[in-house]
């Protein structure tokens, strides 16, 4: 080689080292050298590349077969400190890993607020409870919490999941192979449609079945609105839902004015347009629609996943199996002979089964973590979080941190026979954001699974699968297999 070829090549390595340097550092000029001196006082960590930032590692591990290596290598670079600096969503931002941390942000209302992603509110909506004021969300959460997770509500509601739950097993043992998942979200769709909707047709669910569907997968997607984007067709299904939802409240809304023949149950939609505050004010259309697309989607997805995921790990553990069916037979055993089907106390009283869907709800950890701002600088283990920095509680560390859950990935209800420390356990969240729909959710898992334990098991086509842990952890087939009934 020529030497003027060799310092052509030596030009473009030491510019290529250059640009290296400056793109690595782009983010720091961006949001830590504008702190001043406070920047030293920040968590340890790495906001990646301009942008992007870390989000293309976190996608590229939570789409391998082991999540756990995006936050492994903070652990490595690191140290476990159960606090680190990001750059994710497109914020400057902090992950907390800690049950201490996590209780801290979630329950400190004085320092942290709402935090989502741009993104996931443009998709869920400004007026749903993820995005909302603190004062007008404890207004909401007042005036609908009752009708959800109360205890006449759930009182009348559980009738109705039982007829859903017993016809839709006794179907499936005469379908052959299904995709057990698929079936349990529409099962479970189906129930927070007739909560909220009292009835729709079968063409109507699952067309809006669908639309969640295609809206879940660009909730933790890149917002990227160009078509054949995961983001873009989410919001072309949240336009499809508002539409339908618009339709049905102009409907109720004739109702009452006499219009159209009113109808003679009453559902949440109906709660939801007549309840009033002290003040006399209603709810406008999109308060309703924004708050049934949270409620809806909520209400379907992390209880049909859970269920699924429940039903698995007992039939895949016969120790546990055996336990949970003997206290579902005792029950049984011990209900008067005038009784008729399940009734809210006894299920309160399924104390193994309560240890099963806990145990579940941490081992899949259906929410991988929720967002906070910080509303002004905070110290957390002796780091700071400047003000408007967003934070990640992130409850899949929390779940699966080996010294306080050991051998965490191992399905072991009986960890919950011991009271767990605060923090230690959020699959619904904490603070005065916990999960509204928590009683129904868990109400919903113990009916399913109080019939399935007595009377049928579920055979596995593959029952090795891989798995896929975006938007929400579950096998790649959905869990193809049989439901067949025992003897």
């Given at each position: 080689?020529?030497?003027d070829?060799?310092?052509?090549?030596?030009?473009?390595?030491?510019?290529?080292?250059?640009?290296?340097?400056?793109?690595?550092?782009?983010?720091?000029?961006?949001?830590?050298?504008?702190?001043?001196?406070?920047?030293?006082?920040?968590?340890p960590?790495?906001?990646?590349?301009?942008?992007i930032?870390?989000?293309?590692?976190?996608?590229?591990?939570?789409?391998?077969n082991?999540?756990?290596?995006?936050?492994?290598?903070?652990?490595?670079?690191?140290?476990?400190?159960?606090?680190?600096?990001?750059?994710?969503?497109?914020?400057?931002?902090?992950?907390?890993?800690?049950?201490?941390?996590c209780?801290?942000?979630?329950?400190?209302?004085?320092?942290?607020?709402?935090?989502?992603?741009?993104?996931?509110?443009?998709?869920?909506?400004?007026?749903?409870?993820?995005?909302?004021?603190?004062?007008?969300?404890?207004?909401?959460?007042?005036?609908?919490?009752?009708?959800?997770?109360?205890?006449?509500?759930?009182?009348?509601?559980?009738?109705?999941?039982?007829?859903?739950?017993?016809?839709?097993?006794?179907?499936?043992?005469?379908?052959?192979?299904?995709?057990?998942?698929?079936?349990?979200r529409?099962?479970?769709?189906?129930?927070?449609?007739?909560?909220?909707?009292?009835?729709?047709?079968?063409?109507?669910?699952?067309?809006?079945?669908?639309?969640?569907?295609?809206?879940?997968?660009?909730?933790?997607?890149?917002?990227i609105?160009?078509?054949?984007?995961?983001?873009?067709?989410?919001?072309?299904?949240?336009?499809?839902?508002l539409?339908?939802?618009?339709?049905?409240?102009?409907?109720?809304?004739?109702?009452?004015?006499?219009?159209?023949?009113?109808?003679?149950?009453?559902?949440?939609?109906?709660?939801?347009?007549?309840?009033?505050?002290?003040?006399?004010?209603?709810?406008?259309?999109?308060?309703?629609?924004?708050?049934?697309?949270?409620?809806?989607?909520?209400?379907?997805?992390?209880?049909?996943?859970?269920?699924?995921?429940?039903?698995?790990?007992?039939?895949?553990?016969?120790?546990y199996?055996?336990?949970?069916?003997?206290?579902?037979?005792?029950?049984?055993?011990?209900?008067?002979?005038?009784?008729?089907?399940?009734?809210?106390?006894?299920?309160?009283?399924?104390?193994?089964?309560?240890?099963?869907?806990?145990?579940?709800?941490?081992?899949?950890?259906?929410?991988?973590?929720?967002?906070?701002?910080?509303?002004?600088?905070?110290?957390?283990?002796g780091?700071?979080?400047?003000?408007?920095?967003?934070?990640?509680?992130?409850?899949?560390?929390?779940?699966?941190?080996?010294?306080?859950?050991?051998n965490?990935?191992?399905?072991?209800?009986?960890?919950?026979?011991?009271?767990?420390?605060?923090?230690?356990?959020?699959?619904?969240?904490?603070?005065?954001?916990?999960?509204?729909?928590?009683?129904?959710?868990?109400?919903?898992?113990?009916?399913?699974?109080?019939?399935?334990?007595?009377?049928?098991?579920?055979?596995?086509?593959?029952?090795?699968?891989?798995?896929?842990?975006?938007?929400?952890?579950?096998?790649?087939?959905?869990?193809?297999?049989?439901?067949?009934?025992?003897?």
């Amino acid at each position: 080689m020529t030497e003027d070829g060799s310092k052509w090549l030596l030009y473009v390595a030491g510019g290529l080292i250059v640009l290296r340097f400056f793109l690595r550092n782009v983010n720091w000029l961006l949001y830590e050298y504008r702190l001043g001196g406070k920047q030293y006082f920040l968590p340890p960590g790495d906001m990646g590349w301009p942008i992007i930032g870390n989000m293309w590692s976190f996608l590229s591990a939570y789409k391998s077969n082991n999540p756990e290596t995006f936050l492994e290598s903070f652990y490595k670079k690191y140290g476990k400190v159960g606090i680190y600096k990001v750059l994710m969503f497109g914020n400057p931002s902090v992950i907390v890993t800690t049950p201490e941390a996590c209780k801290k942000v979630l329950t400190d209302d004085d320092k942290f607020t709402l935090g989502w992603p741009k993104s996931t509110v443009e998709l869920m909506g400004e007026k749903s409870f993820i995005s909302i004021p603190a004062d007008e969300h404890k207004r909401l959460r007042r005036l609908t919490s009752v009708s959800i997770n109360g205890y006449e509500a759930l009182s009348v509601y559980i009738t109705y999941i039982e007829s859903v739950v017993k016809s839709s097993l006794e179907k499936w043992t005469t379908m052959g192979e299904i995709e057990f998942l698929t079936e349990m979200r529409k099962l479970t769709f189906k129930i927070i449609i007739h909560i909220f909707l009292s009835s729709e047709t079968e063409d109507v669910m699952e067309a809006l079945e669908k639309e969640y569907t295609v809206l879940n997968l660009g909730v933790r997607a890149l917002a990227i609105n160009i078509p054949g984007f995961a983001f873009h067709k989410a919001l072309k299904a949240r336009k499809n839902l508002l539409a339908v939802f618009q339709t049905i409240v102009n409907k109720r809304r004739k109702e009452r004015m006499g219009k159209l023949p009113a109808k003679k149950a009453k559902d949440m939609m109906d709660a939801l347009l007549d309840v009033e505050d002290e003040n006399g004010r209603k709810l406008g259309d999109d308060d309703v629609i924004d708050i049934m697309l949270m409620y809806l989607n909520a209400g379907h997805e992390s209880s049909g996943h859970t269920t699924m995921w429940a039903t698995y790990f007992l039939q895949r553990h016969p120790e546990y199996f055996k336990k949970a069916k003997e206290e579902q037979e005792e029950i049984v055993r011990k209900r008067p002979p005038t009784q008729k089907g399940l009734i809210l106390e006894e299920v309160r009283k399924m104390e193994y089964l309560s240890k099963v869907i806990d145990e579940t709800l941490r081992v899949v950890s259906f929410s991988l973590m929720v967002f906070r701002e910080a509303k002004s600088d905070v110290n957390i283990n002796g780091y700071l979080i400047p003000k408007g920095w967003k934070v990640m509680t992130w409850f899949r560390a929390v779940h699966l941190d080996p010294e306080i859950y050991p051998n965490p990935k191992e399905f072991n209800p009986e960890r919950f026979s011991e009271v767990r420390k605060a923090g230690e356990f959020l699959p619904f969240g904490a603070g005065t954001r916990l999960c509204p729909g928590n009683d129904l959710a868990k109400l919903e898992i113990s009916v399913f699974l109080h019939y399935f334990l007595l009377n049928y098991e579920l055979e596995q086509t593959n029952p090795n699968a891989p798995l896929r842990f975006l938007p929400h952890t579950r096998p790649v087939d959905n869990c193809l297999a049989r439901v067949k009934r025992v003897k």
